[in-house]
């Protein structure tokens, strides 16, 4: 099946420091979205990304479908970005399939 | 807010006995999936319904059955819990439109003793 590798696992930065997260994807797919988890567990919706750019707030994610990876851009991090960062990826028989997450932690 | 809702939030219950959790939508959304999280593997899919009475499986549905009578309803069952069916449960809804972007419920943690 399709495999979904993040990188990199964990990530220490500083108050103010940009990242950037990659997600590389093993076949083609149908849909891509990056999640956040934060420390109560919570899971949000960031972006829904098949393709193409977008951005909110701080945020931006590209997808590049045709090359088969997706990056999430952080800028000015605040500690309230701490957590796990997922990226999901829905396959030819629509079957969600996630990655094992890059953990971020925002130093004050 | 996507409207939806887990219960128990959460339980602890002893090997052997049956679990049943609920996941609740009131957004008329088409599919629903049960996720469990574990340390070390991130989300893995359980089930899934892509309509009433319809589902199927995922990658560790092994022990887990689910059921699907009513758009807003979808019911996960632990037949005879084990110790490693201890985990964070997540349910998931999408499909509005032609949308199939995801939105999560806020999990339910169970364990086995």
């Known amino acids: 099946g399709i495999q979904v590798e993040q990188s990199p696992p964990d990530l220490i930065l500083q108050e103010g420091a940009n990242s950037t997260l990659r997600c590389n994807f093993s076949d083609s797919v149908n849909n891509l979205q990056w999640f956040h988890q934060n420390p109560w567990g919570q899971l949000i919706n960031l972006f829904y990304i098949p393709s193409g750019t977008k951005q909110n707030g701080r945020l931006s994610a590209t997808t590049v479908a045709t090359e088969r990876y997706s990056l999430l851009y952080i800028s000015s991090s605040q500690t309230t970005d701490s957590g796990v960062y997922f990226c999901a990826v829905q396959n030819r028989d629509d079957k969600i399939i996630f990655g094992k997450g890059t953990r971020l932690h925002i130093l004050p | 807010d996507a409207g939806i809702t887990q219960s128990p939030r959460h339980k602890v219950t002893e090997t052997g006995t049956p679990v049943t959790l609920r996941c609740h939508q009131t957004?008329?959304?088409?599919?629903m999936y049960w996720y469990r999280q574990d340390p070390g593997h991130g989300l893995r899919l359980i089930h899934y319904?892509?309509?009433?009475?319809?589902?199927d499986k995922g990658e560790v549905s092994d022990g887990y059955s689910v059921s699907r009578s009513k758009t807003e309803d979808f019911l996960l069952t632990l037949e005879s819990a084990t110790s490693s069916q201890t985990s964070v449960y997540f349910c998931?809804?999408?499909?509005?439109?032609?949308?199939?972007?995801?939105?999560f419920g806020p999990g339910t943690r169970l364990t086995v003793t």
């Open positions: 957004e008329n959304h088409r599919y």
């Open positions: 998931a809804i999408s499909g509005v439109g032609s949308s199939y972007e995801q939105y």
């Open positions: 319904s892509y309509g009433v009475k319809d589902t």
